[in-house]
């Protein structure tokens, strides 16, 4: 079973940085495709970064450019490093782990529980 926790959100001024993590126990993150996601209230949960199982990147077009999706085999933990930010990136971000059934497609069947993130103007 894999076990997902994030850290690293916090409050921070438009155009500061933050770097999320995800550490995964359980198992070995490098044999599943990951993904970042995040919510506002009263909004679904909207993927805005994905590492497929073939190394491949995907953005969501409001993140890229300012986000960098990465992953650390040696620590089996998953990274979020967040430029540039905007109020508008206030949210809760979630990271998540799952399975590959065809290229660039990913299938996420395990989550963390969030960690928040507030952007200031």
């Known amino acids: 079973q894999v076990q997902l926790v994030e850290s690293g959100g916090g409050s921070v001024q438009s155009g500061g940085s933050l770097r999320l993590s995800c550490a995964a126990s359980?198992?070995?993150?490098?044999?599943?495709?990951m993904g970042w996601f995040r919510q506002t209230p009263g909004a679904e949960r909207d993927g805005i970064a994905t590492?497929?199982?073939?190394?491949?990147?995907g953005y969501t077009e409001s993140v890229e450019g300012r986000f960098t999706i990465y992953r650390d085999n040696a620590k089996n933990t998953l990274f979020l490093q967040m430029n540039s930010l905007k109020p508008e990136d206030t949210a809760m971000y979630y990271c998540?782990?799952?399975?590959?059934?065809?290229?660039?497609?990913?299938?996420?069947?395990?989550w963390g529980q969030g960690t928040q993130v507030t952007v200031s103007s």
């Open positions: 359980g198992a070995t993150l490098s044999n599943y495709c």
């Open positions: 998540a782990a799952g399975v590959s059934y065809a290229t660039d497609s990913c299938t996420f069947n395990y």
């Open positions: 590492l497929y199982s073939d190394d491949n990147i």
